[in-house]
């Protein structure tokens, strides 16, 4: 009876090819591959400790806003920070340091970040909550690392990111909306950390190449 529960729960989580649960001690939450943060030498690294919410886009300066691919964010964020990162996922064009044309993509670590309430009447943020569509389209984000606070990831946060291959969540993320991860074409590996309830509605509909999934005993909704 619990195998035969389990194939249904897979199958409301996604309509691609057969997905697999994977089984035993879960595993650890540093999944992105660790040679993108060894690159501190290069210029398109950003390391950057905010001294205060709403300041990322100064601290990161229009010169590297052209250039960075690796993107580490240490402090608070809000809503004018948010829309930012969002800018940087859709950028058309990345350039070298020499100015010339580079593969077009991001990398971001917000683990040592804490999203705060605030925003205006139709663009609000709430406090670890990563809103409804925040990144929904941003084609051109690779990977990303939540931060370590974030306790729900709303609907359709990251809908339609096309190139997202990895993406690692907190230890204490309660739960995943409806859509949140739909048409993710390139995700490969999910692992849903231990404590974590809910899984909403199609949340990993469309991601045609998502062969592993761990889900942990504590869940106990999806759809």
Do not use: W
Request: glycine residues 8%.
């Amino acid at each position: 009876m619990k195998k035969v529960l389990l194939i249904i729960m897979l199958a409301l989580l996604t309509a691609s090819s057969a997905v697999a649960q994977l089984r035993g001690q879960a595993p650890r939450r540093e999944r992105i591959n660790r040679e993108r943060y060894e690159r501190s030498r290069y210029a398109d690294v950003a390391d950057l400790r905010l001294r205060a919410a709403g300041t990322l886009e100064e601290e990161l300066g229009p010169v590297m806003e052209k250039q960075v691919r690796l993107l580490i964010i240490d402090g608070q964020l809000n809503n004018k920070d948010l829309q930012y990162i969002q800018k940087l996922c859709r950028r058309s064009k990345v350039f070298g340091a020499d100015g010339k044309e580079v593969d077009n993509y991001i990398d971001i670590d917000m683990s040592r970040t804490r999203i705060n309430n605030g925003g205006s009447f139709f663009t609000s943020t709430n406090r670890d909550v990563l809103s409804s569509n925040m990144f929904s389209s941003c084609s051109h984000l690779r990977s990303i690392v939540l931060p370590d606070r974030l306790r729900l990831i709303d609907r359709g946060a990251f809908r339609n990111c096309y190139d997202l291959e990895d993406v690692v969540l907190p230890r204490g993320l309660e739960a995943i909306g409806d859509e949140a991860f739909y048409g993710c074409n390139e995700l490969i590996n999910v692992y849903l950390p231990d404590g974590m309830t809910t899984v909403g509605n199609s949340a990993f509909n469309g991601c045609t190449r998502l062969r592993n999934i761990y889900i942990p005993s504590s869940i106990f909704r999806i759809g």
